[in-house]
């Protein structure tokens, strides 16, 4: 009492605040000051205020009972969320992560991945399901890679048969290839591939044909005695023959296979147990058929039973083909044949008629005039010659390997002496150089002089002809002359394909074909030819 407070920074602070009390430094101590205002009695207007000033560890000294509770319940405020949020990241969090990690490498195509979570609650439930749904989708991409490499090998079959049968014509070879290729397929021991015959085309209709029959083409996996199995089989007693009236593969066991009891046994002794046949179809015919057999009892799914019906298609399409080849090489045999038959009669058969028939008469001439009988003499050498060249002529168009063999001149030779013996025309044979050629060359001027010489004797009416041969390095070149009637290049109709076909050849090698003519001024014709660098 009766000291002067009111200089003390802490109280001029207290007074101008808004609180009434507030903790202070004081000296060496801290100290809690409170104040209050009031009013002695009426009329003064002099504010009071009591000040009260206590130490602030007497005033706290009460509640350091409760300190080490309130630390307590401050850690305990710490620490239980940290565990509460620990517990969520390892029962809920985690897993969920897991979940997503997992999800990803499904998506990337890693189907084996697997989680294991052991919450005991949904979120288990939810990993089991999705370990469950990974496994089913493992097994199903293995299954669909299983299928995918079987149907890309049996894409390849396809293909490799596909190609095989389209790069030759030879049923043999067309019938033996798609039979070893078929069996490796399959997986078959035994196999006969048969080509149907007694039909019109090399094909029959099942149902209709009583004279159709099989005959091996080519078999595989079986004995040497085996080679004629089912071999002349009538159809309608061959398995083949039910296949091609289904128009599909069809599979017995031994015990149903609808063919003679013989073929059967004969089958028992290999220890076969079931057999398909394969119909060769085109154009809705049976053609053939591919018979295979196995010594196991085994099952087809739908999808190779149309796999070997696509192959028997493909298959029956080729060997119509080979067999309408081999058509065309009896039609064409037939025709050559016919040609040269009316080559011989068309020349040589009258060459040797006229020879013939000087050589009745010399006799007879050399008696009255040996003079005129030389001059019949030397006619029927040249008669004699030009039938002997025109025979030689012939024989190479028959055997190609011979015109192969033989040179230019000679070759040129050959035709101006069946020229003359033919026509009677006298040919000047002039050749020049060492000629040395290609094949293919050789071959287009030897039929540029051929086609050039029939067209004279058919329609020049020459009385002379020149046939000169030029040859030097890398380069060569035929004039053919003849004073004959000659003709107007612009009267040549399509259908007259003599030039055409010369100056084809001519084409053929590189060559230019030049060929003069006027009416009633003789033609002549000019094949020259220079080497390039492919040849």
């Given at each position: 009492?009766?000291?002067?407070?009111?200089?003390e920074?802490?109280?001029q602070?207290?007074?101008?605040?808004?609180s009434?009390?507030?903790r202070f430094?004081?000296?060496?101590?801290d100290?809690?000051?409170?104040?209050?205002?009031?009013y002695p009695?009426a009329g003064?207007f002099?504010?009071?205020?009591?000040?009260?000033?206590?130490?602030?560890d007497?005033?706290?000294?009460?509640t350091?009972?409760?300190?080490?509770?309130?630390?307590?319940?401050?850690?305990?405020?710490?620490?239980?969320?940290?565990?509460?949020?620990?517990?969520g990241?390892?029962?809920i969090?985690?897993?969920i992560?897991?979940l997503?990690h997992?999800?990803e490498?499904?998506?990337?195509?890693q189907f084996?991945?697997r989680i294991?979570?052991?919450?005991?609650d949904?979120i288990?439930?939810?990993?089991?399901?999705?370990n469950?749904?990974?496994?089913?989708?493992?097994?199903?991409?293995?299954?669909?890679?299983?299928?995918v490499?079987?149907?890309?090998?049996?894409l390849?079959?396809?293909?490799a048969i596909?190609?095989?049968?389209?790069?030759?014509?030879?049923l043999?070879?067309?019938m033996?290839?798609a039979?070893?290729?078929?069996?490796?397929?399959?997986?078959?021991?035994?196999g006969v591939?048969?080509?149907?015959?007694?039909?019109?085309?090399?094909?029959?209709?099942t149902?209709?044909?009583?004279?159709?029959h099989?005959?091996?083409?080519?078999?595989?996996g079986?004995?040497?005695?085996?080679?004629?199995?089912?071999?002349?089989l009538?159809?309608r007693?061959?398995?083949?023959?039910?296949a091609?009236?289904?128009?599909e593969?069809?599979?017995?066991?031994?015990?149903?296979l609808?063919?003679e009891?013989?073929?059967?046994?004969r089958l028992?002794?290999?220890?076969?147990?079931?057999v398909?046949?394969?119909?060769?179809?085109?154009?809705g015919?049976?053609?053939?058929?591919l018979?295979?057999?196995?010594?196991?009892?085994?099952t087809?799914?739908?999808?190779?039973i149309?796999?070997?019906?696509t192959i028997?298609?493909?298959?029956g399409?080729a060997?119509?083909?080979?067999?309408?080849y081999?058509?065309?090489?009896?039609?064409a045999?037939?025709?050559?044949?016919?040609?040269?038959a009316?080559?011989?009669h068309?020349?040589?058969?009258?060459?040797?008629f006229?020879?013939?028939?000087i050589?009745d008469?010399i006799?007879?001439i050399w008696?009255?005039?040996?003079?005129?009988?030389m001059?019949n003499?030397?006619?029927?050498?040249?008669l004699?010659r030009?039938a002997l060249?025109e025979m030689?002529?012939?024989?190479?168009?028959?055997r190609?390997?011979?015109?192969?063999?033989?040179?230019?001149?000679?070759l040129?030779?050959?035709?101006?002496?069946?020229?003359?013996?033919?026509?009677r025309v006298?040919?000047?044979?002039?050749?020049?150089?060492?000629?040395?050629?290609?094949?293919?060359?050789k071959?287009?001027?030897?039929?540029v002089a051929?086609?050039?010489?029939?067209?004279i004797?058919?329609?020049?009416?020459?009385?002379?002809?020149?046939?000169?041969?030029?040859?030097?390095?890398?380069q060569?070149?035929?004039?053919?002359?003849?004073?004959?009637?000659?003709?107007?290049?612009?009267?040549?109709?399509?259908?007259?394909?003599g030039i055409?076909?010369?100056?084809?050849?001519?084409?053929?090698?590189?060559?230019?074909?030049?060929?003069?003519t006027?009416?009633?001024?003789?033609t002549s014709?000019?094949l020259d030819?220079?080497?390039t660098?492919?040849?």
């Amino acid at each position: 009492m009766g000291k002067d407070l009111s200089g003390e920074a802490y109280l001029q602070q207290l007074l101008q605040g808004q609180s009434m009390s507030g903790r202070f430094q004081k000296e060496v101590e801290d100290v809690l000051v409170s104040y209050a205002p009031f009013y002695p009695y009426a009329g003064n207007f002099v504010q009071w205020n009591v000040i009260k000033e206590e130490s602030w560890d007497e005033v706290m000294r009460p509640t350091l009972p409760y300190r080490q509770l309130l630390y307590v319940l401050l850690a305990l405020g710490v620490v239980v969320p940290t565990l509460v949020t620990a517990y969520g990241v390892r029962h809920i969090t985690d897993p969920i992560q897991k979940l997503i990690h997992a999800s990803e490498q499904v998506t990337q195509g890693q189907f084996k991945q697997r989680i294991e979570v052991k919450t005991g609650d949904e979120i288990e439930t939810l990993a089991d399901q999705f370990n469950l749904m990974s496994a089913e989708l493992d097994d199903s991409y293995s299954t669909l890679e299983k299928k995918v490499a079987e149907r890309t090998q049996e894409l390849a079959t396809l293909n490799a048969i596909a190609a095989r049968v389209s790069s030759s014509l030879n049923l043999n070879e067309i019938m033996a290839d798609a039979l070893e290729r078929i069996m490796e397929l399959t997986g078959m021991e035994h196999g006969v591939a048969y080509r149907v015959e007694g039909g019109e085309g090399g094909a029959v209709n099942t149902g209709e044909d009583d004279d159709a029959h099989l005959r091996v083409m080519a078999f595989r996996g079986l004995p040497p005695t085996f080679s004629n199995l089912g071999d002349r089989l009538p159809l309608r007693q061959s398995a083949a023959g039910v296949a091609g009236l289904r128009g599909e593969p069809v599979i017995w066991t031994l015990a149903e296979l609808p063919t003679e009891s013989a073929l059967r046994e004969r089958l028992a002794t290999l220890g076969v147990e079931q057999v398909i046949a394969i119909p060769l179809m085109a154009k809705g015919q049976l053609v053939g058929s591919l018979n295979l057999s196995t010594n196991h009892h085994r099952t087809y799914p739908p999808e190779h039973i149309s796999l070997l019906k696509t192959i028997g298609q493909q298959i029956g399409v080729a060997v119509e083909n080979g067999y309408l080849y081999e058509q065309a090489e009896q039609s064409a045999t037939m025709a050559e044949r016919s040609r040269l038959a009316r080559e011989l009669h068309d020349a040589v058969t009258q060459t040797l008629f006229s020879a013939n028939l000087i050589a009745d008469v010399i006799p007879r001439i050399w008696k009255r005039d040996p003079e005129e009988g030389m001059k019949n003499l030397e006619e029927l050498r040249q008669l004699t010659r030009g039938a002997l060249a025109e025979m030689r002529t012939l024989l190479l168009e028959m055997r190609p390997e011979s015109l192969e063999r033989s040179d230019l001149n000679s070759l040129l030779t050959q035709l101006a002496d069946a020229f003359v013996g033919r026509v009677r025309v006298p040919v000047s044979l002039d050749i020049q150089g060492n000629c040395e050629m290609t094949h293919e060359v050789k071959i287009v001027f030897y039929r540029v002089a051929q086609e050039a010489l029939n067209n004279i004797a058919k329609h020049s009416g020459a009385r002379r002809v020149d046939l000169h041969l030029e040859c030097q390095p890398g380069q060569m070149n035929l004039l053919i002359k003849d004073d004959g009637l000659g003709f107007d290049p612009d009267s040549i109709t399509p259908d007259h394909l003599g030039i055409a076909i010369m100056r084809e050849r001519a084409s053929s090698i590189g060559a230019h074909l030049k060929i003069e003519t006027r009416v009633g001024q003789g033609t002549s014709v000019d094949l020259d030819w220079k080497a390039t660098g492919k040849d």
